[in-house]
């Protein structure tokens, strides 16, 4: 077996393959755009494709692609063959400049949200030079960004690149007025945690709900799931070890610096951490690690579930987005250092995060917003639909310090004490962790909770560095023209922290009190994605958007309606699963169950005349009434489903799915889970909770 420093980054053309391979000149060349310096010369584009199409066929690989992120929240390619035609019949391996840099694919059958009709199918990919391409499965994938004929970005990745410019023209200027002259450019780095559940492909294949959804719209509470808190990072089960094992190599060997992998707290929960970098490398990073996930668990006899929610009663699955500002220098601009109180630049910058936050919630909690986060948020393994900051207790009172002109005193840093002499002593933190927090401050970075596990990290992205850019640049604003700055960042930091302190929030965000104390302070609650999309098209975010050059009006607008139009997709899909399910294969179940208890009782009644049959019939009477219960959950059910509005408002209909159609689901899923209570399982035509969850050994 390889060591893994000869395979990690063996199917990746990366800055040691490119110094290999290219010309210095060449190099130097494609280095200055990578770190943000100018575009690339066709010319210098033409000799990168002949050195990465010879590298990808000595590495095995006869197609290449345009790797892009359509708004579907998975990745999408066409494959072209090397091969080109001879003189002599045969055929030669070519790959230039222009396939390099541009694509047309099809761009009419992806989601556009309107920004293109049926009849205008041209859309180009682009070549992003910042991000390497690699090999996946023979074929080199070609990291690009996706537009339409017009110039609309009609992707995840255009947004992000331009939000992480934005953000560094505006950090750059503070970093200026603070006499940085070191640094040459900003970046925000992320670390994306990813949460996913493992069942047996055999009864996942046995489940049309998570065949067609991904989630289970039936199935009963086992007699155990996650009370006894035994499997939150315990011991790995043998064929999960094997997947882990299988998954860290495939993921070396494409690059990615997959680091953390534990069990998670629901049974079959499992999580994978990578270490931070680069936010644009980072989002690509985590779309081949759901793609790699799915495809190294079927290869394995496993299914890999990747919803937010995919069993009731037990933690759903989050996507922990780890976000920070870095210069390429390697300073973290979110590093308070051992005395935070008198390191002006990160409160500085602190304070243009707290001011982003408290003055966006909507678009953060927007940039979370699913149909299938929607089961997951509020829940007791997520934050709370309520957007807030977890500052701790030290930073805490450093602002409140500076809000009221008074002398901070400091915390004393203590060895923490265990009580065992023979233990180490170490030094303690400054505050502990808070998960319940939405926006949570840990160290060096903001941990943002609220994203679903199946989701594509870019937004919630693209609007921190947005909302973090309109910070930073009205507070650059400020101080340029200040004539005496230090004076002037004082006021600045203070009035910040006096009118945006209602976001800081450091107790725990579960309880309803915290809901009524949210609601007094004027934050907002929005529970659900119809709440919370209305939002994304107010005029005041269409001009932060533009006023940063991240998005237009058009493309605020199409993002807008296609959340929403997937919302409604999903839970039409879900809704009819639910029906076919139910009465397709549970009611006859329960139909030739009843018979049979029916059967028995008469049988018995006939040959023991005396013989006290009331078991028999109690039994027979309790599941005939679940029976009609739940044969009038499914009719009224069916009904709601026909009378969706069909009048193109996008929002009315989804908010008739979730105030109607879900509250009909609910109640067929609980009639039908009654019954699986005491219906024998040869009856009973699904794989069970217990099942599910306890499967994988």
């Known amino acids: ?123 180009y990919t682009a070549w992003d030079p910042t991000s390497y391409a690699f090999i996946k499965e023979g074929t080199l994938c070609i990291p690009t960004v996706f537009c339409s004929y017009g110039g609309e970005a009609l992707d995840k990745k255009t947004p992000l690149l331009r939000s992480m410019e934005a953000v560094n023209r505006q950090a750059m200027r503070i970093l200026k007025l603070f006499g ?94 990578p270490v931070y970098g680069n936010t644009n490398i980072a989002t ?116 409140e310090a500076i809000e009221s002109k008074s002398e901070y005193e400091g915390a004393e840093r203590v060895n923490m004490e265990i009580g065992v002499h023979t233990l180490p002593k170490f030094p303690k933190d400054n505050t502990d962790r808070n998960r319940t927090s939405p926006f949570a401050f840990t160290g ?82 929005l529970p659900t994605t119809p709440d919370a999309l209305p939002y994304f098209t107010r005029e005041e975010n269409i001009r932060l958007f533009e006023r940063h050059r991240v998005l237009t009006e058009a493309e605020i607008r199409s993002r807008c309606e296609i959340i929403l139009d997937n919302y409604c997709k999903v839970v039409r899909i879900e809704a009819d699963t639910v029906r076919e399910m139910a009465g397709k294969d549970i009611m006859p179940a329960v139909l030739k169950y009843v018979r049979m208890l029916s059967d028995t009782v008469n049988s018995l009644k006939s040959a023991l005349p005396q013989a006290d049959v009331s078991a028999e019939n109690g039994l027979l009477m309790t599941i005939s009434d679940r029976a009609s219960e739940l044969y009038k959950a499914i009719d009224t059910l069916e009904s709601d489903i026909a009378s969706i509005p069909a009048c193109g408002d996008t929002l009315k209909t989804a908010c008739y799915l979730r105030d109607v159609v879900l509250p009909d689901m609910k109640k067929v899923r609980a009639a039908a889970d009654g019954i699986e209570l005491i219906m024998p399982r040869e009856y009973y035509p699904f794989p069970t909770y217990g099942d599910l969850l306890f499967s994988v050994v």
Not at 63 to 69: D, I, K, R, S, V
Not at 370 to 393: C, K, Y
Not at 486 to 513: A, M, P, S, V, W
């Open 444 to 525: 060096n970075k903001f941990e943002f909770r609220m994203p679903g596990s199946s989701m594509s990290i870019s937004c919630p992205n693209m609007i921190l560095n947005t909302i973090t850019a309109d910070a930073l640049m009205e507070f650059a604003d400020r101080l340029e023209k200040a004539d005496d700055f230090q004076t002037e960042l004082n006021e600045l930091i203070r009035d910040t922290i006096k009118k945006h302190k209602r976001i800081i929030f450091n107790g725990n965000g579960y309880t309803d009190e915290w809901v009524e104390e949210a609601k007094k302070r004027g934050l907002l609650n």
């Open 1 to 123: 077996m390889d060591s893994i420093s000869e395979i990690f980054g063996s199917l990746v053309f990366n800055e040691r393959v490119m110094k290999e391979r290219l010309p210095k000149e060449t190099y130097r060349a494609l280095k200055k755009t990578m770190d943000g310096g100018g575009t690339l010369d066709p010319d210098i584009a033409g000799i990168v494709a002949n050195a990465m199409k010879d590298w990808a066929i000595e590495k095995g690989a006869t197609h290449f692609t345009h790797w892009f992120q359509p708004m579907t929240d998975i990745t999408a390619e066409k494959h072209d063959s090397f091969i080109s035609p001879a003189s002599d019949g045969q055929v030669i391996m070519e790959f230039s400049g222009k396939e390099l840099v541009k694509g047309e694919p099809d761009a009419s059958s992806f989601p556009s949200g309107g920004l293109r009709a049926t009849f205008e199918a041209r859309g």
């Open 180 to 273: 940085s002259s070191g640094a040459k450019y900003v970046r925000t780095t992320v670390g994306a945690e990813q949460e996913y559940f493992l069942v047996d492909k055999e009864l996942f294949k046995k489940r049309k709900d998570l065949v067609y959804t991904g989630r289970t719209l039936f199935g009963s509470r086992p007699p155990k799931t996650q009370e006894l808190e035994d499997h939150y990072f315990g011991s790995l089960k043998p064929r999960v070890k094997a997947y882990m094992r299988e998954l860290d190599d495939e993921l070396w060997r494409l690059g990615i610096m997959a680091k953390t992998e534990h069990n998670e707290v629901a049974p079959a929960q499992h999580e994978l951490a």
């Open 284 to 399: 690509d990073h985590n779309q081949i690690i759901m793609d790699v996930m799915k495809k190294t668990a079927e290869k394995m006899g496993l299914a890999c579930l990747l919803h937010e929610k995919p069993f009731d009663g037990v933690n759903g699955s989050g996507k922990h987005n780890n976000w920070s500002l870095s210069t390429d220098t390697g300073m973290n601009l979110l590093e308070p250092g051992d005395s935070p109180y008198e390191n002006a630049q990160f409160l500085l910058f602190l304070c243009a995060v707290i001011k982003a936050v408290d003055e966006h919630q909507d678009l953060l909690r927007i940039s979370a917003a699913s149909a299938g986060n929607d089961h997951r948020l509020g829940g007791s393994e997520a934050p709370p639909a309520v957007i807030s900051m977890f500052l701790g207790t030290e930073l805490t009172a450093v602002l």
